[in-house]
């Protein structure tokens, strides 16, 4: 609806008054509906069992393998110099316990991303399901209070897991159950049924007194054949 209002309006000449009229001026009364500027964020997906995908290997033509270490026991400044003067990139899979005892260690390092491994090592087939529970989404909290993001990836202490534990990595928000088909510990590359390391591989090593000879004697074995270690999160996401 709109309705009118009056101006005046009076034209000055050398001073003096000329011309003072009245006119009409339309004023839109309308009312213009209200527009609601409130975002709607969509809601998480929930993970379920089924989409979580357990992997041993990484499909990949790049040159590249993976170094993961688990459980977290053992850290050094030897060990810590060595990472980090080399710029190996590294995906830990260190047990809460060991991650908050070396909080401070592992902060440090620049090249390395946390996982889960669990709370504190249980045989994840054998406990109950709120253990379970504990295990998996408890230590996921705590690699966040240690690096400010949560965990992408589980792996299972020993490789041991079953359907609950897949359902349990699913609710706990994770859609990776990473495994491994290379074993370095000890100065010993282990490689079942092969001669040499290949793109994709994912090496599982520890955090052992012995840790940095057994790494550098995989990184010598990982330049003879023509690869470079890179981080899972640059191709599993």
Same mark, same amino acid.
């Given at each position: 609806?709109?309705?009118?209002?009056?101006?005046?309006?009076?034209?000055?000449?050398?001073? !003096?008054?000329?011309?003072?009229?009245?006119?009409? #001026?339309?004023?839109?009364? *309308? $009312?213009? /509906?209200? %527009?609601?500027? =409130?975002?709607?964020?969509?809601?998480?997906? !929930?993970?379920?069992?089924?989409?979580?995908?357990? #992997?041993?290997?990484?499909? *990949? $033509?790049? /040159?590249? %393998?993976?170094? =993961?270490?688990?459980?977290?026991?053992?850290?050094?400044?030897?060990?810590?110099?060595?990472?980090?003067?080399?710029?190996?990139?590294? $995906?830990?899979?260190? %047990?809460?316990?060991?991650?908050?005892?070396?909080?401070?260690?592992?902060?440090?390092?620049?090249?390395?991303?946390?996982?889960?491994?669990?709370?504190?090592?249980?045989?994840?087939?054998?406990?109950?399901?709120?253990?379970?529970?504990?295990?998996?989404?408890?230590?996921?909290?705590?690699?966040?209070?240690?690096?400010?993001?949560?965990?992408?990836?589980?792996?299972?202490?020993?490789?041991?897991?079953?359907?609950?534990?897949?359902?349990?990595?699913?609710?706990?928000?994770?859609?990776?159950?990473?495994?491994?088909?290379?074993?370095?510990?000890?100065?010993?590359?282990?490689?079942?049924?092969?001669?040499?390391?290949?793109?994709?591989?994912?090496?599982?090593?520890?955090?052992?007194?012995?840790?940095?000879?057994?790494?550098?004697?995989?990184?010598?074995?990982?330049?003879?054949?023509?690869?470079?270690?890179?981080?899972?999160?640059?191709?599993?996401?």
């Amino acid at each position: 609806m709109a309705t009118t209002a009056e101006c005046s309006t009076t034209v000055l000449a050398q001073g !003096v008054p000329v011309d003072t009229t009245a006119t009409t #001026v339309p004023v839109d009364t *309308t $009312t213009v /509906p209200q %527009v609601s500027t =409130t975002v709607v964020k969509p809601k998480p997906k !929930v993970l379920k069992g089924k989409d979580v995908k357990v #992997v041993y290997k990484v499909k *990949t $033509t790049d /040159p590249v %393998v993976f170094i =993961t270490i688990d459980d977290g026991s053992t850290v050094t400044p030897s060990l810590a110099k060595y990472l980090d003067r080399n710029k190996i990139p590294v $995906t830990t899979f260190a %047990v809460s316990v060991m991650l908050w005892k070396h909080r401070e260690w592992f902060r440090d390092r620049k090249y390395m991303t946390f996982e889960n491994h669990t709370w504190n090592h249980a045989h994840m087939t054998l406990v109950s399901a709120a253990q379970r529970k504990h295990e998996v989404c408890g230590a996921s909290q705590v690699a966040r209070n240690v690096a400010k993001e949560s965990p992408m990836y589980f792996r299972p202490p020993g490789g041991s897991f079953n359907s609950k534990v897949i359902d349990t990595v699913a609710k706990c928000g994770m859609k990776y159950l990473v495994m491994w088909n290379v074993e370095a510990d000890g100065g010993v590359v282990r490689m079942a049924g092969r001669g040499k390391l290949g793109p994709g591989d994912i090496i599982l090593m520890h955090y052992l007194p012995s840790l940095e000879r057994s790494l550098v004697h995989l990184m010598e074995q990982i330049k003879r054949n023509g690869l470079r270690p890179a981080l899972l999160r640059d191709y599993l996401t």
